[in-house]
């Protein structure tokens, strides 16, 4: 397998622009998390879906953010209207059933000017 | 005060050293307990996953966890330049589905 995808790897963007960060999960997996890492708050988890319905949104910064998976084998983090301070890395990671391991994608490198 | 606290280092130690990192945590709710290790400009992968107090080995690598001080550990022995990395630990429980609870990371370099 692949491993999760994650597209695009970097992403250079104006403030206030809409972003769109997209992710394929490993087949079969149920579970898909996005997270968002900066140097100072470390990982943070933003929203985790189970057979594509959100679980848990509470890690949502803001209304700024929204997350969908329209099917099992692709998800989205939407940003809009984009700000400097969203600027981080932010990684997608799926995994099988309670308790699996998560794997994680390489992650999108996000620069809001 | 963070769920989970860690040393973000650096940490920079000859080949050869016994290395180790540390986490303490809050939550005494949490019930399992791992460590990523994530190199540069990589995404985290798995190193070792643990549920009880007490050691786990896994070659050069030991996972220690101490719920009664709400202490986990990770001893690298016989570093490499290759273990040089970012750790970080994470934790869940079983009431809280998938979601895991990660520490800042320690970036560590194993020099030559």
């Known amino acids: 397998d692949a491993g999760v995808i994650q597209s695009p790897r970097h992403e250079v963007t104006e403030m206030g622009q809409e972003v769109t960060l997209r992710c394929k999960p490993i087949?079969?997996?149920?579970?898909l998390f996005w997270y968002r890492q900066t140097m100072m708050r470390g990982l943070e988890l933003l929203i985790y879906f189970n057979n594509n319905v959100p679980i848990d949104d509470s890690g949502m910064p803001e209304d700024r953010f929204s997350a969908k998976m329209p099917n099992a084998s692709f998800s989205t983090l939407k940003i809009q209207p984009s700000e400097p301070r969203d600027s981080a890395v932010y990684f997608c990671a799926s995994s099988f059933g309670l308790g699996g391991t998560q794997y994680f994608g390489p992650g999108t490198r996000l620069l809001v000017l | 005060q963070k769920e989970v606290e860690q040393d973000p280092g650096p940490l920079s130690v000859p080949e050869g050293a016994i290395v180790s990192l540390n986490c303490t945590y809050s939550n005494s709710a949490f019930q399992y307990f791992m460590w990523y290790r994530q190199y540069s400009r990589k995404g985290p992968e798995l190193l070792m996953y643990t549920y009880s107090s007490g050691n786990k080995e896994d070659g050069r690598f030991t996972a220690q966890v101490d719920k009664s001080s709400k202490y986990i550990s990770l001893f690298i022995r016989d570093s490499q330049p290759s273990d040089s990395a970012t750790y970080l630990c994470a934790m869940g429980f079983t009431g809280g589905g998938n979601k895991l609870t990660f520490g800042t990371g320690t970036q560590l370099k194993v020099e030559l």
């Open positions: 087949s079969g997996h149920d579970y």
